[in-house]
């Protein structure tokens, strides 16, 4: 989860809650990551957070849910990489391999950026890519993304 518009601490912790509370138990979240934003449109910095949860809903109605959630913020998808209140991707599902036009599962992007390995190496470091079979730490270790990802305080 991310965002930089708003009050993203605030927005990104109520957000974990909306997620506990109706979508499936929260068994860890990372901190709180700053991170300059990503993409060719110049923006404030980004705050994110890894969340990993336990659900029952399927893959694509998890998705939906978690897309009403983001609108519930204020996230409106007008421009790609435009600033946003919240962002909200699966990254994984179990080992699944999910590939629609609404939904990429693992998310295609994972090893390239920093702002997601570094909270996701925080609370599952030995996870396995399904399908590069590396660990987060590894892929963070060799990750091309040169943008610094800092604890938010």
């Known amino acids: 989860m991310g965002g930089n518009q708003g009050r993203v601490n605030e927005v990104l912790d109520k957000a974990i809650q909306e997620v506990d509370k109706?979508?499936?138990k929260v068994i860890a979240r990372s901190s709180m990551y700053q991170t300059k934003a990503w993409g060719p449109i110049a923006q404030p910095?980004?705050?994110?957070?890894?969340?990993?949860?336990?659900?029952?809903l399927t893959p694509h109605y998890l998705l939906n849910k978690l897309l009403e959630i983001e609108r519930k913020a204020g996230r409106r998808r007008e421009v790609k990489y435009a600033?946003?209140?919240l962002d909200i991707d699966i990254l994984f599902y179990g080992n699944l391999q999910i590939h629609t036009a609404d939904?990429?599962?693992?998310?295609?992007?994972?090893?390239?950026?920093?702002?997601?390995?570094v909270p996701l190496t925080e609370?599952?470091?030995?996870?396995?890519?399904?399908?590069?079979?590396?660990?987060?730490?590894?892929?963070?270790?060799?990750?091309?993304?040169?943008?610094?990802?800092?604890?938010?305080p």
Do not use: Y
């Open 22 to 24: 109706s979508l499936g």
């Open 103 to 117: 939904l990429q599962v693992p998310h295609p992007e994972i090893q390239n950026r920093r702002f997601v390995l």
């Open 123 to 152: 609370i599952l470091p030995n996870l396995k890519h399904p399908v590069l079979q590396k660990k987060m730490s590894e892929l963070l270790r060799i990750c091309p993304d040169s943008l610094e990802v800092t604890l938010w």
């Open 45 to 56: 910095d980004f705050l994110n957070v890894a969340v990993l949860i336990e659900t029952f």
């Open 83 to 85: 600033p946003r209140t």
